[in-house]
């Protein structure tokens, strides 16, 4: 078979021609405004290839983009009348055109897993399908309204959701059906997508006890014969329902979902680690808007066929003062994404899970409980979100909650670089840096707060839109930020800007459960400064970078007590004052024993309570012996040490049984 190599000149001067054999190109075509080229056979563009188009190509079979492509005018079609299925895939993993127009009478067009589809305008889906296979995406970057149609032809787009017909996902549609989307018409069973990729069968509904979706039925080579079964008694939406503040209100396999709108789903109890389901229509495409009230909730999501920039998507709704684009705050710049943890009953007192949050400073996973979740559970939101997501955001004013085409980008799932929530990396720039505190409560939930440090950015020490984040779930026991001393507000994110070491960042404690509450340095990042927890109370700083901070404290609210900070409060450092030379230890028979073998010279003992109160000191005319008693016969507890010596002071720890 017979190869053509074209270069820039062969197609400056070409009108109209048929060409019938394999094409390659290892040059530079230029397909000219008002010129019309056929390819007959596979055209390959390689990778010393430019491929720019125009003008109208027309393509009969597959193509593959090892190279260059651009186009700032023209349409490419794929109007095969003889090749069931034509074939976009390549090395680059992306093609630019500026329009696309699907014509294929057979079944369509298929774009391979992980291959991103970049269209500058329009797309027309005139006659067959538009098969974007596993993690691929269709990206259109051109402002302005939907500028896309059809006549036949559908895009078939997959994501995963929960398998548990007890865990909600939240989702929102990257398709639509005459300007909405309905489940019924719109999502498919995706169970056999890799066998029958242009060829899904619309899910089965039922509805009361036991209120379970019911996982399809296949045969022995995997194809669906029976296809899932969605519970409709699960399918919710969150929005002002005539006039009303906002709630959940109950849709159906009918409802009307239009681009952008979030809705709730329950799951199918697939024996596979996730439900794969199928969303078939016209691909959403430019502006969409959601009007919105201040201190309302508003659930929406995704409604691309793509990843979305959560950044970009935050600096369209926020005010250029908040380091945004609008002339106003809309939103408080905060993301909020449920994520189920171990469900495993429809009673809404049994539901474990939380939310994840994403601001412009970082994301922080929801409170997390090991022993029911998943690894999935405790991951934090990427830069990127993926395609059929749905989120809440909460307004800081009146207006309108925008998405754009331009915040539209190619990350996959499958990469890491983006993330839907099933069952359940941060982009950080080099000037960023960061610090996860970890808090476990007595009952084993992990809560992580997140610090960053954003030079360059309007983020200070107190409260800033898109970069300090409350949290939207938390726990009877729980740690928090206290942000500019509101204490009726608890933060899970906060942005300071430019990090120095006498910054001081307060932290508030809920405690219902008695036992044992830890603080832990969970990571850092970009950050090598040593971290330390002050107690106000008792006067002490512990090195989180050291080992971890333990209390046990009574049931209450402490909210003026500990505080992150960067300089150890003892007078020298802590080398200087070693641990090892002092021991101090309770020995069971109602005495407190201070062993200082080395023969340090100590000027005063305190001893304290949890509450912090003082329930005993010792001046140095009774600390001359190697080998201390105290009598001690208080109740059982936790009780703080605090010795004072020429060299500095140290808190010990000690439990009395």
Same mark, same amino acid.
């Given at each position: 078979?017979?190869?053509?190599?074209?270069?820039?000149?062969?197609?400056?001067?070409?009108?109209?021609?048929?060409?019938?054999?394999?094409?390659?190109?290892?040059?530079?075509?230029?397909?000219?405004?008002?010129?019309?080229?056929?390819?007959?056979?596979?055209?390959?563009?390689?990778?010393?290839?430019?491929? *720019?188009?125009?003008?109208?190509?027309?393509?009969?079979?597959?193509?593959?983009?090892?190279?260059?492509?651009?186009?700032?005018?023209?349409?490419?079609?794929?109007?095969?009348?003889?090749?069931?299925?034509?074939?976009?895939?390549?090395?680059?993993?992306?093609?630019?055109?500026?329009?696309?127009?699907?014509?294929?009478?057979?079944?369509?067009?298929?774009?391979?897993?992980?291959?991103?589809?970049?269209?500058?305008? &329009?797309?027309?889906?005139?006659?067959?399908?538009?098969?974007?296979?596993?993690?691929?995406?269709?990206?259109?970057?051109?402002?302005?309204?939907?500028?896309?149609?059809?006549?036949?032809?559908?895009?078939?787009?997959?994501?995963?959701?929960?398998?548990?017909?007890?865990?909600?996902?939240?989702?929102?549609?990257?398709? !639509?059906?005459?300007?909405?989307?309905?489940?019924?018409?719109?999502?498919?069973?995706?169970?056999?997508?890799?066998?029958?990729?242009?060829?899904?069968?619309?899910?089965?509904?039922?509805?009361?006890?036991?209120?379970? $979706?019911?996982?399809?039925?296949?045969?022995?080579?995997?194809?669906?014969?029976?296809?899932?079964?969605?519970?409709?008694?699960?399918?919710?939406?969150?929005?002002?329902?005539?006039?009303?503040?906002?709630?959940?209100?109950?849709?159906?396999?009918?409802?009307?979902?239009?681009?952008?709108?979030?809705?709730?789903?329950?799951?199918?109890?697939?024996?596979?680690?996730?439900?794969?389901?199928?969303?078939?229509?016209?691909?959403?495409?430019?502006?969409?808007?959601?009007?919105?009230?201040?201190?309302?909730?508003?659930?929406?999501?995704?409604?691309?066929?793509?990843?979305?920039?959560?950044?970009? /998507?935050?600096?369209?709704?926020?005010?250029?003062?908040?380091?945004?684009?609008?002339?106003?705050?809309?939103?408080?710049?905060?993301?909020?994404?449920?994520?189920?943890?171990?469900?495993?009953?429809?009673?809404?007192?049994?539901?474990?899970?939380?939310? &994840?949050? @994403?601001?412009?400073?970082?994301?922080?996973?929801?409170?997390? !409980? &090991?022993?029911?979740?998943?690894?999935?559970?405790?991951?934090?939101?990427?830069?990127?979100?993926?395609?059929?997501?749905?989120?809440?955001?909460?307004?800081?004013?009146?207006?309108?909650?925008? /998405?754009?085409?331009?915040? @539209?980008?190619?990350?996959?799932?499958?990469?890491?670089?983006?993330?839907?929530?099933?069952?359940?990396?941060?982009?950080?720039?080099?000037?960023?840096?960061?610090? @996860?505190?970890?808090?476990?409560?007595?009952? $084993?939930?992990?809560?992580?707060?997140?610090?960053?440090?954003?030079?360059?950015?309007? &983020?200070?020490?107190?409260?800033?839109?898109?970069?300090?984040?409350?949290? /939207?779930?938390?726990?009877?026991?729980?740690?928090?930020?206290?942000?500019?001393?509101?204490?009726?507000?608890?933060?899970?994110?906060?942005?300071?800007?430019?990090?120095?070491?006498?910054?001081?960042?307060?932290?508030?404690?809920?405690?219902?459960?008695?036992?044992?509450?830890?603080?832990?340095?969970?990571?850092?990042?970009?950050?090598?400064?040593?971290?330390?927890?002050?107690?106000?109370?008792?006067?002490?700083?512990?090195?989180?970078?050291?080992?971890?901070?333990?209390?046990?404290?009574?049931?209450?609210?402490?909210?003026?007590?500990?505080?992150?900070? /960067?300089?150890?409060?003892?007078?020298?450092?802590?080398?200087?004052?070693?641990?090892?030379?002092?021991?101090?230890?309770? *020995?069971?028979?109602?005495?407190?024993?201070?062993?200082?073998?080395?023969?340090?010279?100590?000027?005063?003992?305190?001893?304290?309570?949890?509450?912090?109160?003082?329930?005993?000191?010792?001046?140095?005319?009774?600390?001359?012996?190697?080998?201390?008693?105290?009598?001690? @016969?208080?109740?059982?507890?936790?009780?703080?040490?605090?010795?004072?010596?020429?060299?500095?002071?140290?808190?010990?720890?000690?439990?009395?049984?």
């Amino acid at each position: 078979m017979n190869q053509y190599y074209f270069i820039l000149f062969y197609f400056c001067c070409l009108g109209s021609t048929n060409l019938f054999s394999q094409i390659v190109n290892e040059g530079s075509i230029q397909i000219k405004p008002l010129t019309i080229v056929y390819f007959g056979e596979e055209y390959t563009n390689k990778t010393t290839g430019i491929h *720019n188009n125009n003008g109208e190509l027309y393509l009969n079979n597959d193509f593959i983009n090892d190279g260059i492509t651009s186009a700032n005018l023209g349409t490419t079609f794929f109007n095969s009348s003889t090749n069931n299925i034509q074939t976009i895939s390549g090395l680059t993993e992306n093609v630019n055109l500026f329009n696309l127009v699907v014509d294929n009478s057979l079944t369509g067009v298929k774009v391979v897993d992980n291959f991103g589809l970049i269209v500058s305008n &329009a797309v027309n889906l005139i006659d067959g399908d538009l098969r974007l296979t596993g993690d691929a995406q269709l990206i259109q970057t051109h402002i302005g309204t939907n500028l896309n149609s059809a006549v036949s032809g559908k895009l078939l787009k997959d994501q995963q959701g929960n398998f548990s017909v007890y865990a909600y996902n939240y989702w929102s549609s990257p398709v !639509n059906n005459s300007g909405a989307f309905s489940i019924s018409g719109g999502l498919f069973d995706g169970t056999d997508s890799n066998l029958n990729p242009f060829s899904p069968q619309q899910i089965l509904f039922n509805s009361g006890s036991p209120y379970n $979706g019911i996982p399809s039925v296949i045969d022995g080579g995997g194809n669906v014969t029976i296809p899932l079964t969605i519970n409709t008694y699960w399918l919710y939406k969150y929005f002002t329902d005539s006039g009303n503040a906002a709630n959940w209100v109950k849709i159906n396999e009918n409802s009307i979902i239009n681009p952008g709108e979030g809705y709730l789903m329950k799951g199918t109890n697939t024996a596979n680690t996730n439900q794969n389901y199928v969303f078939k229509g016209v691909p959403n495409d430019g502006a969409y808007q959601f009007p919105i009230s201040t201190e309302e909730y508003l659930l929406i999501g995704n409604p691309y066929p793509s990843a979305i920039d959560i950044d970009e /998507f935050i600096k369209d709704n926020i005010s250029v003062s908040s380091g945004g684009y609008g002339a106003s705050d809309v939103i408080y710049g905060t993301l909020y994404f449920w994520v189920d943890g171990g469900t495993t009953s429809h009673n809404s007192s049994d539901y474990y899970g939380g939310y &994840a949050t @994403r601001n412009l400073t970082a994301g922080a996973p929801p409170s997390s !409980n &090991a022993q029911l979740g998943t690894s999935e559970f405790a991951q934090a939101p990427t830069q990127y979100m993926g395609v059929a997501q749905g989120f809440f955001v909460n307004a800081i004013g009146d207006g309108n909650v925008i /998405f754009k085409n331009s915040q @539209r980008i190619f990350k996959t799932e499958s990469s890491g670089e983006s993330v839907h929530y099933k069952n359940s990396d941060q982009n950080i720039t080099t000037e960023k840096s960061f610090l @996860r505190i970890g808090y476990d409560d007595p009952l $084993g939930f992990h809560r992580q707060l997140v610090l960053g440090f954003i030079p360059n950015s309007p &983020a200070d020490i107190g409260f800033n839109t898109a970069y300090d984040a409350s949290m /939207f779930d938390y726990r009877e026991n729980d740690l928090f930020f206290i942000i500019d001393n509101k204490t009726d507000f608890r933060y899970i994110i906060q942005g300071v800007g430019t990090f120095n070491d006498a910054m001081k960042l307060p932290l508030g404690l809920s405690i219902t459960e008695e036992g044992m509450h830890t603080v832990v340095l969970d990571t850092t990042e970009n950050f090598n400064n040593i971290v330390y927890i002050e107690d106000k109370l008792l006067e002490t700083t512990h090195d989180l970078s050291e080992s971890q901070f333990e209390i046990n404290l009574p049931p209450g609210e402490y909210l003026d007590r500990f505080q992150l900070v /960067f300089q150890s409060k003892n007078t020298l450092d802590i080398n200087q004052f070693d641990l090892k030379e002092i021991n101090v230890y309770y *020995n069971g028979n109602n005495e407190i024993i201070i062993d200082n073998h080395n023969s340090l010279k100590l000027n005063k003992v305190a001893i304290f309570n949890v509450l912090g109160q003082k329930i005993l000191e010792l001046n140095s005319n009774l600390l001359v012996q190697e080998e201390i008693a105290i009598p001690f @016969r208080k109740k059982i507890g936790v009780y703080l040490i605090k010795i004072e010596s020429d060299q500095g002071e140290k808190t010990y720890k000690i439990l009395k049984k």
